[in-house]
């Protein structure tokens, strides 16, 4: 019965700690030689930041969907309009925009730079934008 105990006290204890490393791995293990240290993975780097379009819009349509070979310009309402060229971020802008993409088109600027999905992101990190659902339900 004490043999039992013995095993059973045996079998409980946790193994000895490694020792502690020293200075010097040579000296720690003799006749081994040390391995480099583990290289540590390298970091990704930071994604590209998106080249946003100029906010100097040249006189006429702001905007122009491109479906295909078909370019059409979007057309807004004066007030509209007026608001866009301060704030391309702002939600009425984006609201057409977003339209035309739906339609399976890209949307271009007068001097022809695109206003992708990627530049979207960028406008709404610029303002806070709140969408109500039809239930009364609000998300971000």
Known sequence: MAAAAVLL???CQQPA???PAAADPQAARPGVVASAPAARPAASPPPAKV???RRDFLPGPLYYCAIGDVRAAIEYEPRV???CRKHPEMGPC???RNACRVKGGRVYTARGEEVSPGVEKEYDQAVVRVRFQA???AKR
């Open 94 to 96: 984006q609201y057409e």
């Open 9 to 11: 006290v045996a079998a």
């Open 135 to 137: 239930d009364g339900g």
């Open 81 to 83: 309009e007026s608001l």
């Open 17 to 19: 700690p490694p020792p």
């Open 51 to 53: 080249a946003l379009p």
